[in-house]
């Protein structure tokens, strides 16, 4: 499910998108100028979504509201993901969870990030993605009072 940010609603594929402005997806190219690129963020995001990806229902995970770029669901609890660049901090205080049973997971360039957000009245768990020359990123997961108080101490590094 890859999803693009060019003027169409988010929660329809960009496979589909293509076929409705188009009929065909190879006149994508001609009638709008040029191929959606895909979302860094919403990369990102997938990365992260799929370490969970054993414990969500195949059906399970939505794009989210601004600035989230995923919502899944695991064992009824709610999870957002989102992701933040270096400067993006003051996002975190845009999250105003409904419920209890919502959980957000923070991606962000660096742990270091963490100590300077505020973070909204929910758990929050935080994880830093490094591709390193790699096809797959090595994803690294902390907890909020790690985080916070500026250490760098692994969770672990797979979900669950």
Not at 30 to 47: E, F, H, M, N, S
Not at 48 to 76: C, G, T, W
Not at 88 to 110: A, T
């Amino acid at each position: 499910m890859w999803f693009c940010d060019q003027g169409s609603p988010r929660h329809v594929p960009v496979h589909e998108r293509h076929r409705r402005r188009c009929g065909r997806p190879d006149r994508y190219k001609q009638k709008r100028g040029g191929v959606c690129k895909p979302d860094q963020r919403t990369i990102l995001a997938v990365w992260v979504l799929l370490r969970f990806i054993d414990y969500v229902d195949p059906m399970a995970h939505y794009p989210a509201v601004y600035p989230s770029q995923i919502f899944f669901l695991k064992e009824n609890t709610g999870y957002e993901i989102v992701v933040l660049y270096d400067g993006e901090q003051h996002l975190s205080k845009l999250l105003q969870p409904q419920d209890d049973e919502m959980k957000y997971i923070f991606v962000l360039p660096n742990i270091a990030m963490a100590s300077q957000m505020m973070l909204p009245k929910a758990p929050c768990l935080f994880a830093t993605v490094n591709f390193a020359g790699q096809e797959e990123p090595d994803i690294t997961f902390y907890t909020e009072e790690v985080a916070t108080d500026g250490l760098d101490k692994l969770v672990h590094s797979s979900a669950g």
